[in-house]
């Protein structure tokens, strides 16, 4: 297998982006989810959110890497068999899934800092807080992030049974390529 994409395949890179940030989206989701219903006197109360943002800023960077991964090796095209309707589906699905991570990780960190404190990155980093004066920063903040987080774990549940689809009833290639199993 090829680090790169080619006109057909998903190269390594992509594959492994790919399933790191599906893994961290619904890791994250699962451990906000939790953290929320802590009371002060657990022993998870801190520890929680720090691993929260901690995994967030670093899914941030990584989706900046793949970002800037998808100019440097673009997608294979899509499948002949796919009609033009698939195929825009697939790049508005995409799209949105790549605006949700975008909003659910600002408005995170915009909670975050809103109290003018940066954040500490497992201890090795900080994240300086650059925007504290929205008024109502962190509560607003914090409802766009718990909406826009249940739109992207929704959206992304919709994209795995899209691809299902195209495995089990269209019996195409689509989920093949970001397994990293050859469709020749």
């Known amino acids: 297998m090829h680090w790169r994409n080619s006109p057909t395949h998903y190269g390594?890179?992509?594959?492994?982006?790919?399933?790191?940030?599906?893994?961290?989206?619904?890791?994250?989701?699962?451990?906000?989810?939790?953290?929320?219903g802590l009371n002060y006197y657990s022993s998870w109360y801190r520890t929680a959110p720090d691993l929260h943002k901690?995994?967030?800023?670093?899914?941030?960077?990584?989706?900046?890497?793949?970002?800037?991964?998808?100019f440097v090796s673009p997608a294979p095209a899509p499948l002949a068999s796919q009609g033009r309707l698939t195929r825009t589906a697939a790049r508005l699905g995409h799209g949105l899934l790549y605006l949700g991570l975008f909003v659910v990780m600002l408005s995170g960190y915009l909670i975050s800092t809103a109290d003018g404190r940066a954040i500490s990155v497992f201890g090795l980093f900080e994240v300086?807080?650059?925007?504290?004066?929205i008024p109502?920063?962190?509560?607003?903040?914090?409802?766009?992030?718990?909406?826009?987080?249940?739109?992207l774990v929704i959206l992304a549940v919709v994209h795995a049974l899209a691809a299902l689809k195209h495995h089990f009833i269209d019996r195409d290639a689509t989920l093949m390529r970001m397994l990293g199993r050859s469709t020749d």
Request: charged residues 5%; aromatic residues 12%.
């Open 12 to 36: 390594l890179t992509s594959i492994v982006l790919h399933w790191l940030v599906a893994v961290a989206v619904f890791g994250l989701f699962a451990l906000g989810f939790w953290m929320v």
């Open 54 to 70: 901690s995994i967030g800023i670093l899914l941030l960077l990584v989706m900046l890497l793949r970002v800037l991964w998808r």
């Open 128 to 133: 300086p807080a650059l925007i504290t004066s």
């Open 136 to 151: 109502n920063q962190a509560d607003s903040a914090g409802l766009v992030h718990e909406y826009a987080a249940w739109a």
